[in-house]
């Protein structure tokens, strides 16, 4: 009753506790602890992002999991730094670019109050044919043979994207993908249909 929302400004959060017991016996089997909290979202085509039914204009950036030196072997406390370091500087969210970050990654958004922007791994590499230190790849492959286990994949990932982090009073967007439009323009078509069945899918493994 009367739970506290979350919110930047207030990152109220509450803790269930589960534990397995067996019920003959009092055998304690198992017990696990996750945080969670209270909040509401809406997006809207005329008037932006609401928040606890309060209209909100973001503020922030892109932030990758990995970091110079360390690659991917980042440690929760360098998470929380970088966290820390976007709320100082006064901004209230962040876009985990360009793939599912640690789950620890949202905790501490949670923790902090930092909105978070979870985005699945579906990105191209920083343009179409021009020279750059990634080479150029089309985001959606252009070999037939290699797009049935591509959207395998990435369906993969998405699902388990949102199944991980769905508790998350942090997470206000689910992102599909990252700058697809890096695609050749033979298969701009497929990438388009793709992304339909994409939206499908998030929409089924998070029908709120």
């Given amino acids: 009753k009367n739970a506290k929302r979350w919110s930047p400004e207030t990152p109220n959060l509450y803790r ?3 534990t397995v017991v067996d ?3 009092s055998l304690f089997y198992d017990r696990f602890s996750d945080q969670f909290g209270f ?4 997006w809207t085509a005329d008037k932006g992002f609401f928040l606890n039914g ?9 932030v990758h999991q990995d970091r ?3 690659g991917d ?7 929380e730094r970088d966290i820390r370091y976007m709320k100082e500087a006064g901004f209230d969210i962040i876009r985990g670019s360009h793939y599912p970050h640690h789950p620890v990654f949202a905790e501490l958004c949670d923790r902090i109050g930092m909105m978070f922007w979870c985005e699945n791994c579906f990105w191209g590499t920083t343009g179409m ?3 750059n230190i990634w080479g150029g790849a089309s985001a959606y492959p252009v070999e037939e043979a290699d797009q049935i286990p591509f959207e395998e994949s990435v369906i993969h990932t998405l699902r388990d994207m949102i199944r991980i982090n769905r508790n998350h009073p942090s997470i206000v967007c689910w992102s599909l993908c990252n700058e697809v439009f890096f695609s050749d323009g033979r298969v701009m078509p497929k990438v388009r249909d793709f992304l339909r069945r994409l939206t499908k ?3 089924e493994a998070d029908p709120t």
């Fill in 16 to 18: 269930a506790e589960t």
């Fill in 23 to 25: 019920a003959k016996t």
């Fill in 39 to 42: 909040r509401t979202i809406k």
């Fill in 54 to 62: 309060e209209n909100r204009y973001f503020h922030g950036a892109n």
């Fill in 68 to 70: 110079a030196g360390w």
């Fill in 73 to 79: 072997a980042v440690t929760h406390a360098g998470f």
């Fill in 129 to 131: 044919g021009g020279p």
């Fill in 201 to 203: 899918i998030a929409h």
